[in-house]
T-cell receptor
């Protein structure tokens, strides 16, 4: 079975600072990995996905993530945080089947002025 | 574009009551899912469907039933609600094939069971 661990349930940064949200996965097969974002009182939106092409994946709103097989990691970064980035972020891994995703427990990002 | 629409958005039930959450998508997606979101638990898959007339259990199916009589609709039923089912429920849908895992989510349905 696949699983995802997000390190840190809450991350707080200052506006303009680097954002780093950590995700480690476990998978018995080559994984497909995703980051979703959830703004307050909304559903989840796809931020970016890794599907075994380039290891560095660029997403929306200036976010990117790097797949590191040796570290079983898929950390999400953004060079400069903006107030509008405040949200909850979920890492997800494709399960053993072709159609189920397993989500991490989420990391709440707070951006301070 | 409507995308994925969930109804109702809010509901309060008493223990033992029954209800149905409706999910409708207008994107001709084959796959549909019901998740529940609880603080500190992330999203957990309740049931899913890979096509009209088919359903399967996810991670936390107990106490829930589902039906997919039409491709565009996926219903989640609670036959006898319990306080442990207080949660925010999200429906999602996706195409089959290589795009299968790009889920489009609804806005959520907040259920409180007293």
């Amino acid at each position: 079975a696949q699983s995802v661990t997000q390190l840190g349930s809450h991350v707080s940064v200052s506006e303009g600072a680097l954002v780093l949200l950590r995700c480690n996965y476990s998978s018995s097969v080559p994984p497909y990995l995703f980051w979703y974002v959830q703004y307050p009182n909304q559903g989840l939106q796809l931020l970016l996905k890794y599907t075994s092409a380039a290891t560095l994946v660029k997403g929306i709103n200036g976010f990117e993530a790097e797949f590191k097989k040796s570290e079983t990691s898929f950390h999400l970064t953004k060079p400069s945080a903006h107030m509008s980035d405040a949200a909850e972020y979920f890492c997800a891994v494709r399960g053993g089947s072709n159609y189920k995703l397993t989500f991490g427990k989420g990391t709440l990002l707070t951006v301070n002025p | 574009n409507a995308g994925v629409t969930q109804t109702p958005k809010f509901r309060v039930l008493k223990t033992g009551q029954s209800m149905t959450l409706l999910c409708a998508q207008d994107m001709n997606h084959e796959y549909m899912y019901w998740y529940r979101q609880d603080p500190g638990m992330g999203l957990r898959l309740i049931h899913y469907s890979v096509g009209e007339g088919t359903t399967a259990k996810g991670e936390v199916p107990d106490g829930y039933n589902v039906s997919r009589l039409k491709k565009q609709n996926f219903l989640l039923g609670l036959e006898s609600a319990a306080p442990s089912q207080t949660s925010v429920y999200f429906c999602a849908s996706a195409f089959s094939g290589s795009g299968a895992n790009v889920l489009t989510f609804g806005a959520g349905s907040r259920l409180t069971v007293l």
